[in-house]
C-alpha cells in the first residue's frame, strides 16, 4: 500500500502523541495535570446552552445550513462595530467551522504552488502548515524575545518580501502569549501595501489581555481592509471550543474568493450552532470579563507558585497560555523537559519546538485548571526533583 508522498509520512500533531503519553500514564493509575491544549474548562452561558438545545429540537436546523443567516451576520456586525468600531456589511464576513480550519483553506484561493508565504515563527501549527497543502514556499519570521515577539518588518529580506504573495500574522500571539499595538499594526500595513502581500490575521485571544492592556482588531488599521482579512472565534472568548465557529472578516474580493472555494467543499456551518452564535454575539457580554478575571488569577497564581519553587519564569501578557523558558539544565531540550515533566510529576505541557524552531528552549503551558489544581502541580513539580 502507499501513501502520499508529502503528507502520507506526516506525523501526529503533538498534543496526540502527549495525549497518547497522559493516557498511559493513567492506565498505570497515575494522576495526570493536563495542561496542555487550550480549551477553556469553563461552561457557556446558560442562555447561549439553552439556545443550542432549542435550536436542536427543530428538524429545520438539520439541514444544510449553506451560509450565515441574515441574523448571524447582522450579530457579527453589530458586535465588530460595538467592540473594535469597525463597520462592515455582509460581503465582509463568511463563517469557517473554527478558526483552524479557516486558516487551513485560507491559502488555496489566494495563492499559487512555489508562491511564497511569511509565516511567523513560533507559531500556531496550522499557520505554516495551512500554506503546505498547496505547496507554497514558507519563509519564517522569527519571534525573538529581545523584538517582545513581535515581527521585525525590516528583518525580511528585500527579495523574500518582494515574492512573498500571502503572510499570517496573530496577536495576541499564541504560544508566546506577546501582544501588539496599534503602531505595529500600521507598520503592517504600510508593509504589507509596499510590497503587495495579502495579510491573514489571526485575532483568537483579543479579549484575554491582562493588566490593562487593549484587544485590537487588524481591521481598525486604516487600510487594513484593502489588503487582508482577520479571523475571529467564539471558542476561547464564550467557551465554545466544540461547536467549531469562527469568522473571516475583511476585504470583500478575498472573502468572496474564500466563500466560493469552502463552497467546493463545505456546506456551511448547521443552523442550531449558528444560533448559539447569535445569542452568545447579542446577549450579556459578562461572560468576557469573567474569563479573563479568571484566567489572570490563574496566570498569577502559577506564576508565583513555579518561582517560589525555584523555577524562574516571567508573567504572561495575554491568551490563556503561558510561554516559559525551561529550566538551564535542560539547555535547550524542550522536549525531553515536556516528557520528563509528564513522567516525573504527572504534568502535561507543549514543548515549544513543536511550535517552531524558535519557540526551542520554552514550554507552553494551558491555564485550563483551577488554581487548587494548578497547586497540586506546583507541589508535584516541586516535589519529583526535576528542578534540583
Known sequence: MKFSDKFGQSGANILMDLDEAKNRLEKKGREVINLSIGTPDFPPDDFVMNEVSKGFLDPENY???????????????????????????????????????????????????????????????????????????????????????????????????????LMIVSYPNNPTTAQADKD?????????????????????????????GEGISFLQTEGAMDIGIEFNSLSKSYNLTGLRLSFALGNADI??????????????????????????????????????????KRRDFLYEGLNRIGWKVPLSDATMFTWYPIPEKYGKDDEKFTFDLLEMAGVVCVPGSSFGEHGRGYVRMALVRPCEVL??????????GILD
Open 184 to 212: 505595529f499594526y500600521v507598520r503592517l500595513v504600510a508593509f504589507a501595501k509596499k510590497y503587495d502581500i495579502i495579510v491573514i490575521h489571526d485575532n483568537a485571544y483579543s479579549e484575554l489581555i491582562y493588566d490593562g
Open 255 to 296: 472573502i468572496k474568493h474564500f466563500r466560493a472555494f469552502r463552497s467546493q467543499i463545505d456546506y456551511g456551518i448547521c443552523k442550531g450552532i449558528q444560533n448559539a452564535a447569535i445569542a452568545a454575539l447579542n446577549g450579556s457580554q459578562d461572560i468576557l470579563v469573567r474569563n479573563r478575571t479568571e484566567y489572570k
Open 375 to 384: 497547586e497540586k502541580a506546583i507541589e508535584n513539580i516541586a516535589a519529583c
Open 63 to 165: 439541514k444544510y445550513g449553506m451560509t450565515e443567516s441574515p441574523e448571524l451576520a447582522q450579530a457579527v456586525i453589530n458586535w465588530y462595530k460595538r467592540r473594535y468600531g469597525v463597520s462592515l456589511e455582509a460581503e465582509n464576513i463568511t463563517a469557517v467551522n473554527g478558526s483552524q480550519e479557516g486558516i487551513a483553506h485560507i491559502a488555496f484561493p489566494l495563492i499559487n504552488s512555489g508562491d511564497t508565504v511569511l509565516v511567523p515563527d513560533p507559531c500556531y501549527q496550522i499557520f505554516g502548515f495551512g500554506p503546505t497543502l498547496v505547496n507554497a514556499d514558507i519563509q519564517y519570521m522569527p519571534l525573538l524575545k529581545e523584538n517582545n515577539y513581535l515581527i521585525d518588518f525590516d528583518a525580511i529580506p528585500e527579495g523574500v518580501a518582494k515574492r512573498a504573495k
